[in-house]
């Protein structure tokens, strides 16, 4: 089936550093790809997504571009904030099916003032 | 916009106990989905809901737990007998339409003694 594979955590940064977090996925098909983020008590919130390869989901900073050729979707910002720590999840969805997100395991991203 | 809103948002019980979980999705949105997070199992899909009718439960784990949805508004996740290991955190998202964004809860956070 579907899956998501993400660079497992914790991520312990300092303030302004550059952040990557890689995330690899298995589908049949074409999938739509996404990013979550998830701060500390709350519920996921999307942070960006994209829906075919080459497309580029931006916003808050963040960047992924869809791979296809890597099956990839890292995650990139260039100066994160204290404000960015949180735990992040790569997902997939695909196909007729496309309510169903498959989600990674999450990583756990920590950034020091 | 009050987003989804789940209560209780903490749930301390023993075991045996049965243990309803609420959910009000946004106004409008179609679809609902009930996900459970666990540190073993990271995020699952457990039911999805579209127009209040069932449409994936393959998720759900048990004859343990069930699932409601009488109107648009509302919607319950419940555990009867509920056993330690369903201590999680159990997220309610709901969807504009079927393959839209999903808005996630704060979620409930369950713990069988």
């Known amino acids: 089936g579907d899956s998501v594979t993400q660079m497992e955590g914790p991520v312990t940064l300092s303030e302004e550093a550059f952040l990557t977090i890689n995330c690899t996925y298995t589908?049949?098909?074409?999938?739509?790809l996404f990013w979550y983020v998830q701060y500390p008590g709350e519920g996921l919130q999307l942070l960006l997504k994209?829906?075919?390869?080459?497309d580029k989901g931006s916003n808050k900073g963040f960047e992924a571009t869809y791979r296809k050729e890597t099956t990839s979707f890292h995650l990139e910002k260039g100066s994160v904030q204290v404000s960015d720590s949180a735990v992040y999840f790569c997902?997939?969805?695909?196909?007729?099916?496309?309510?169903?997100?498959?989600f990674g395991a999450g990583t756990t991203v920590t950034v020091r003032a | 916009d009050a987003g989804v809103i789940q209560s209780p948002r903490h749930e301390v019980t023993e075991m045996g106990q049965e243990v309803t979980l609420r959910c009000k999705p946004i106004s409008g949105h179609n679809s609902l989905f009930w996900y459970r997070q666990t540190m073993m199992r990271g995020l699952e899909l457990l039911i999805y809901?579209?127009?209040?009718?069932?449409?994936?439960d393959s998720g759900m784990p048990e004859d343990r737990f069930s699932a409601k949805m009488p109107n648009a508004s509302f919607s319950t996740l419940k555990i009867q007998p509920s056993e330690p290991r369903d201590s999680a955190v159990y997220f309610c998202?709901?969807?504009?339409?079927?393959?839209?964004?999903?808005?996630f809860g704060p979620g409930t956070r369950l713990t069988v003694l």
């Open positions: 998202a709901s969807s504009e339409t079927s393959g839209g964004e999903q808005f």
């Open positions: 994209a829906t075919k390869a080459d």
């Open positions: 809901f579209n127009n209040n009718v069932p449409i994936d």
């Open positions: 997902a997939l969805s695909e196909g007729l099916n496309d309510y169903k997100l498959s």
């Open positions: 589908a049949t098909g074409y999938p739509s």
